[in-house]
C-alpha cells in the first residue's frame, strides 16, 4: 500500500527560543527550527543492515557479548554503523585493537550484554553516561548507541515524551549555531533542505522538552560520543526503523548513570562507564566513590548478598561498559549466616580476603 503523509510545516515563530538558552546545533534542532513531513501509516524503507535484536530481560540483565571477526578494510566506526554500535563502547571493549586498522580476521568483542538502567523500564530511557538509548516494549528491550551533548552543550536530565515523527525534516539552525560559524569565517544558511547534507538525517521525533529530537546523521562518525548540542544522534539506519516503531506520547526519560548494577537469578553483575577514551586518575576515583555508594546501598536492598572485592576493582579500573558478575546471593541456612571461609550450601567457601 502507498505511504500516506500529511504536510506539516512549523510555524517559526511557534515558541520563542529569546526566553531560554540557545538549544541546537549543526546535528539537531527544536521544534521551532524543524519541519518535515509527519509520519502517517507510513512504511519504512527496507534497509540492508540487521535489525537490532529485541533482548529478553532476565532479571536485571539483557543481552550477551558476542564475537565477531574483521575484514581488512573494517574501521570500528564502520562496524559500528553496519551493526548499531557506538564507536566509543567497541574501543572500550577491545582496548588492544586499533580502531582505525584492526586488519584481516582479528577477533573483537561486541558488546551487547547490559545491566538495565534503575529506572522504570517503559519507553524511552537515554542513559547519557554509556551514550545508549533503551526502548522498552511487551517483549524486552531494544538498545541503540546514541550521540550526546558535549559538555560545553550538555543533553537534559529530563522526563519527557515523543510529540511527533518527522520524515526528511529541514533544519533551520539557530542563531547561536549561526553566530558560531561565522566566529570560523563560515557560512551557514537560514535553512539547510532535506537530503544527503542534512544534519537532521532521514528521520527525526519531536521530543517535549523543548529544543530537542533524536534524529539521524549525515555523519557516520560521532553516534555514540559526546558530539552535539544537546540533541541525541542515532544512525539513519536506526532511526529511519525506529520511527515507526515508537508512538505519540512515548515517555522518554533522560538520565546519567556511570555505574549500575542488578541481579540475574543469585548473580549480582555491576557496569561502570568512563567518561572518555583515556581514563584520567582523578576519573578513577569519583567513579571509584560512586561504586563504593552504589555498593553500600545495594547490600541494604538485597540482604545476603556477598561481592568479590577484586571483581569490583577490576570493574572500576576498567570502566570499559562491559558487566561483570561480582557477586552471588547466599543461601542461609535458618538461624545462620554464611560466612567468609565458611562453606555454603552450595559446597564452596568464600575466601575471606577476596569478598566486598
Not at 541546537?24 to 527496507?46: C, L, N, T, Y
Not at 535489525?51 to 565477531?68: C, K, N, Q, S, T
Not at 546514541?146 to 520524515?167: F, Q, R
Request: hydrophobic letters at 35%; glycine letters at 10%; aromatic letters at 8%.
Amino acid at each position: 500500500m502507498a505511504s500516506k503523509f500529511s504536510m506539516v510545516w512549523l510555524i517559526a515563530g511557534l515558541l520563542a527560543l529569546s526566553s531560554g538558552p540557545a538549544l541546537g546545533d549543526a546535528d539537531a534542532s527544536s521544534p521551532r527550527q524543524a519541519v518535515g513531513e509527519e509520519i502517517s501509516e507510513a512504511e519504512p524503507e527496507v534497509r540492508q543492515n540487521p535489525p537490532v535484536p529485541v533482548f529478553p530481560i532476565e532479571g536485571d540483565i539483557a543481552g550477551r557479548l558476542g564475537v565477531m571477526t574483521t575484514g581488512y578494510e573494517d574501521t570500528f566506526a564502520a562496524i559500528g554503523n553496519q551493526n548499531s554500535l557506538g564507536y566509543l563502547e567497541l574501543v572500550k571493549a577491545n582496548p588492544d585493537v586499533d580502531p582505525w586498522l584492526p586488519g584481516e580476521g582479528t577477533a573483537i568483542t561486541v558488546p551487547r550484554r547490559y545491566v538495565l538502567p534503575d529506572v522504570e523500564r517503559k519507553g524511552i530511557v537515554i542513559n547519557l553516561a554509556e551514550y545508549r538509548l533503551y526502548y522498552f516494549t511487551d517483549t524486552g528491550v531494544q538498545v541503540y548507541p546514541v550521540g550526546v551533548g558535549t559538555e560545553d552543550n550538555p543533553s537534559p536530565l529530563t522526563n519527557a515524551e515523543v510529540t511527533m515523527s518527522l520524515e526528511s525534516p529541514a533544519w533551520y539552525p539557530p542563531e547561536s549555531i549561526r553566530a558560531e560559524y561565522e566566529a570560523m569565517g563560515e557560512y551557514l544558511p537560514r535553512m539547510i533542505p532535506p537530503g544527503p547534507g542534512n544534519p537532521l538525517g532521514t528521520h527525526a521525533l519531536m521530543l517535549s522538552e523543548r529544543g530537542y529530537l533524536i534524529h539521524g546523521t549525515n555523519k557516520l562518525f560521532g553516534v555514540g560520543m559526546q558530539v552535539s548540542h544537546g540533541c541525541f544522534r542515532m544512525y539513519n539506519e536506526d532511526i529511519s526503523r525506529f520511527v515507526y516503531e515508537v508512538g505519540k506520547g512515548t515517555p522518554v526519560r533522560v538520565i546519567r548513570e556511570p555505574v549500575k548494577m542488578g541481579m540475574r537469578g543469585n548473580e549480582v553483575w555491576l557496569e561502570v562507564h568512563r567518561p572518555h577514551e583515556d581514563y584520567s586518575a582523578q576519573e578513577r576515583e569519583v567513579l571509584w566513590q560512586a561504586v563504593s555508594a552504589r555498593v553500600a546501598i545495594f547490600r541494604e536492598q538485597h540482604p545476603g548478598v556477598e561481592m568479590q572485592r577484586g571483581a569490583i576493582e577490576e570493574a572500576v579500573d576498567f570502566a570499559d561498559g562491559l558487566p561483570r558478575m561480582i557477586g552471588e546471593q547466599i543461601t542461609r541456612v535458618a538461624g545462620e549466616v554464611a560466612r567468609p571461609g565458611r562453606s555454603t550450601p552450595d559446597g564452596e567457601g568464600i575466601p575471606q580476603q577476596l569478598w566486598f
